[in-house]
């Protein structure tokens, strides 16, 4: 195999994410001539033309876009080899975050972590994505840093799961809805629909609330499904469907919704929350910042969670069987 000096591919990462040669030198400290140079013993080294000028910039080919699938995460990885120090530098970081989250914690973390990654790297580009089928491969491919998704699930020993938080679910229903009461009962399901919210990988096949149900003798109608929120919440203003949601994010619905607690004789799980990430990468300070901040933005969200936090510190790593 031919050797390739590593700065060529750092000017093809920067290339990759800038797509004009122009910022690249800007970005890199060094002339467009000197971007241009190595572009070139790029397109020779790999046989191909990489990149195609258009009316906006470069147009990467099919090629670079493969190389661009993993070259982040290799160089981070070779870097953190070399370099040795396992620090992190958010503010120095001009690549690509990317956070595959399951669509019920989404829902209430998402704005948080957005505004704190932005703030806090400022030159980085965030991808926040759903957690869904190929999201496990993904990770291992290196597409993706980091999932948030409950805890735990099975997958690939590969993949390291930690826990970090608490979930806790409630149904939410309109402000007017015939229900007054502020804690829901056996009866009520077999008198109002359900709406449910589909998560990939999750409750696609079996919807538990209905599961349950059918311990107490009651066939529950699930007459909505939806992988969209906004699409349940608009249904739930206009009938007496129920919604079984994350506490977290009923907390944030406007006053034109109720919650409703769930009674005691009702086995509604908590659920933990975790993190999942390539075994490979656990000790890349990276992926590192990332947990932290996810963390941190759970624990701002919902400040009881601190203490659950720390009630788990030596029981929240967990490898899957399969």
């Not at 939410?172 to 077999?190: G, M, N, V, Y």
Request: hydrophobic residues 40%.
């Amino acid at each position: 195999m031919k050797q390739l000096d590593l700065n060529l591919l750092r000017v093809l990462r920067v290339l990759l994410e800038v797509r004009n040669t122009c910022k690249a030198a800007e970005q890199l400290n060094i002339s467009q001539p000197a971007v241009s140079r190595s572009l070139s013993r790029l397109r020779d080294h790999f046989k191909d033309e990489l990149f195609i000028r258009c009316a906006y910039g470069l147009e990467p080919t099919s090629k670079a876009e493969q190389l661009g699938a993993r070259l982040p995460a290799a160089m981070d990885l070779l870097t953190d080899l070399v370099d040795g120090d396992g620090l992190f530098e958010p503010t120095n970081f001009y690549g690509r975050f990317t956070i595959a989250i399951n669509g019920f914690i989404s829902q209430w973390v998402s704005p948080k972590l957005i505004h704190t990654l932005s703030q806090k790297s400022p030159n980085a580009e965030l991808n926040i994505i759903n957690w869904e089928h190929r999201t496990a491969e993904l990770l291992l491919d290196g597409q993706i840093d980091i999932g948030v998704s409950y805890f735990p699930q099975n997958l690939s020993k590969q993949l390291l799961q930690q826990r970090i938080a608490r979930d806790k679910f409630v149904f939410i229903c309109r402000k007017d809805h015939p229900i007054s009461e502020s804690t829901i009962s056996l009866a009520h399901f077999q008198r109002y629909p359900l709406a449910q919210q589909l998560i990939p990988n999750w409750n696609e096949n079996a919807n538990i609330t209905v599961q349950i149900l059918k311990q107490f003798g009651i066939d529950a109608k699930v007459q909505l499904r939806s992988n969209q929120l906004s699409i349940i919440l608009e249904a739930i203003r206009a009938t007496d469907m129920l919604f079984p949601c994350s506490q977290f994010t009923a907390d944030l619905l406007s006053e034109e919704y109720k919650q409703l607690k769930i009674d005691p004789i009702f086995p509604i799980p908590e659920s933990d929350i975790g993190v999942t990430m390539a075994n490979k990468r656990r000790r890349h300070p990276l992926n590192a910042w990332l947990q932290s901040e996810v963390k941190a933005c759970i624990e701002s969200t919902m400040p009881e969670q601190s203490d659950y936090l720390k009630s788990i510190v030596n029981t929240n790593i967990v490898t899957s069987q399969c």
